[in-house]
């Protein structure tokens, strides 16, 4: 099999594949259209984009829209199932989470997570949208969604339908809620594969950790961040993009003991950096890639973390998804 890479930038799609020690360009799709996020499986790739959905079954050569019965076109978020074939989801802005099962060919929406949106009057900063949903993790049929500004939803028949979590208000306001409740600004949610329990939510407010499905929840680094890594293998193995304000004074920090003492863990890296910091964390094999802000991709071994910058000449990256293709298809 050969490894594959997809870029969603602010420009298209670029899809790479791995040959020898290097990355060779395969196509450029969706030239001059915001992508938001990309996600690739069985030879299909969808890529989010702030007027819809696109797809492509010929590794990024050609696309078309995908976009029946979203009726929201605004894409924050795409994800799939990782136990069930063609079941892909979308959160959007305003909030939203349609779900699809028959690989974007059409979608519906769960009307519960905009009774919520607009029951708690979620909210953006920088927009005059109603928040947006910008994560989304699985766990068997547990899932999770990140609501930036409004907080943390889950589901129990695999996203199908949403609620709240327990620890979770659904109130933009208090910023930090008194224990053992989340900060409402999610911007990612992930779980650790050891347990559907054991989640943790990236906020504005900082590293949260829960290992009750969100019941309750623990501070484990106060900060404004927008992603993490959990080692799958050892999940007191923390791999965290803090920053200091928003894209102020960004940096990586890494924990080995479930977040209790935190140690830089920017090798080859001229941080902190004044101007950005990590967007997106993505494991692809033994290595752990990094989308910063501004744009630029890094990558580093797990086992070092010793990062240095890949794919230069893409300048614009705002996520990546990885895949393989059979060896004939090369």
């Known amino acids: 099999m050969t490894p594959m890479l997809c870029l ?3 420009i298209g799609v670029f899809t790479f594949e791995h040959t020898g020690d290097e990355w060779r ?5 969706l030239h001059g259209k915001h992508i ?4 690739a499986r069985e030879g299909v790739i969808l890529a989010g984009t702030i007027t819809g959905v696109y797809r492509s079954d010929d590794l990024g050569q050609t696309w078309r829209g995908a976009n029946a019965g979203l009726t929201i076109r605004r894409v924050r978020w795409m994800a799939y199932h990782p136990d069930v074939s063609d079941l892909e989801f979308a959160g959007t802005e305003p909030a939203g989470i349609f779900v ?3 690989g974007a060919g059409s979608w519906h929406e769960c009307p519960e997570v905009a009774r919520l949106r607009d029951q708690h009057g979620w909210s953006l900063p920088y927009s005059i949208e109603a928040g947006c949903v910008r994560g989304l993790a699985f766990h068997g049929t547990r899932a999770y969604a990140a609501c930036e500004v409004g907080g943390v939803l889950r589901s129990d028949d695999s996203g199908e339908t949403w609620r709240l979590a327990d620890g979770s208000s659904g109130d933009p306001e ?3 809620p008194p224990v053992p409740c989340v900060c409402p600004d999610v911007h990612s949610i992930r779980i650790h594969p050891s347990s559907p329990d054991l989640v943790f939510a990236v906020t504005g407010g ?3 950790r829960s290992r009750d499905g969100g019941k309750t929840w623990t501070l484990l680094y106060r900060c404004y961040c927008r992603d993490v890594w959990i080692d799958p293998a050892d999940a007191e193995h923390i791999v ?3 920053a200091e304000l928003v894209d102020t004074d960004g940096r990586i920090e890494e924990s080995r003991d479930g977040g209790q003492t935190w140690r830089s863990a920017s090798a080859g890296l001229a941080a902190p950096w004044p101007h950005h910091m990590v967007e997106r964390f993505a494991p692809i094999g033994d290595e752990l890639l990094a989308v910063l802000s501004n744009g630029t991709l890094i990558a580093a071994p797990v086992s070092t973390l010793q990062w240095q910058r890949i794919l230069p000449q893409v300048n614009s990256v705002t996520g990546v998804a990885a ?3 059979a060896r004939h298809d090369a």
């Open 8 to 10: 969603a930038t602010s």
């Open 25 to 29: 360009e395969v196509a450029v799709g």
């Open 36 to 39: 938001t996020s990309v996600i």
């Open 100 to 102: 699809s099962h028959d």
């Open 174 to 176: 208090p910023y930090y």
């Open 206 to 208: 900082g590293l949260y």
């Open 240 to 242: 965290l993009g803090p």
């Open 323 to 325: 895949m393989t293709k």
